[in-house]
Nanobody, 117 residues
Framework: QVQLAESGGGLVQPGGSLRLSCAAS????????MYWYRQAPGKPRELVAG???????RYADSVQGRFTISTDNAKNTLFLQMDNLRTEDTAVYSC???????????WGQGTQVTVSS
């Protein structure tokens, strides 16, 4: 089992920055893929960014060039650096961890990001 805990959400003005963290605990050696998803009210959940071991990060078109996904393997933590935030980035952001074959799926509880003036 893997437990995930997100942090770092909050209220920020348009153009501002936030850094989200997702701390993993438990059987972290099984984690191969990690992702950030978000869900805005009334909208379906959206894949924001993903990162896998020995692979390049990948991003949704809507955040390309503004968001950066990274990991600190020593601390078993996933990050999402969000710059130049827009009002449409407002959502609950959640992290997902999967094993290599994507059979096991673990979700965090989510953290609210609100971009508003």
């Amino acid at each position: 089992q893997v437990q995930l805990a997100e942090s770092g959400g909050g209220l920020v003005q348009p153009g501002g920055s936030l850094r989200l963290s997702c701390a993993a605990s438990g059987s972290t050696s099984t984690i191969y893929h990690m992702y950030w998803y978000r869900q805005a009210p009334g909208k379906p959940r959206e894949l924001v960014a993903g990162i896998s071991r020995e692979e390049m990060p990948r991003y949704a078109d809507s955040v390309q060039g503004r968001f950066t996904i990274s990991t600190d393997n020593a601390k078993n933590t996933l990050f999402l650096q969000m710059d130049n935030l827009r009002t449409e980035d407002t959502a609950v952001y959640s992290c997902l961890a999967e094993d290599f074959k994507k059979i096991l799926h673990y979700w965090g509880q989510g953290t609210q990001v609100t971009v508003s003036s």
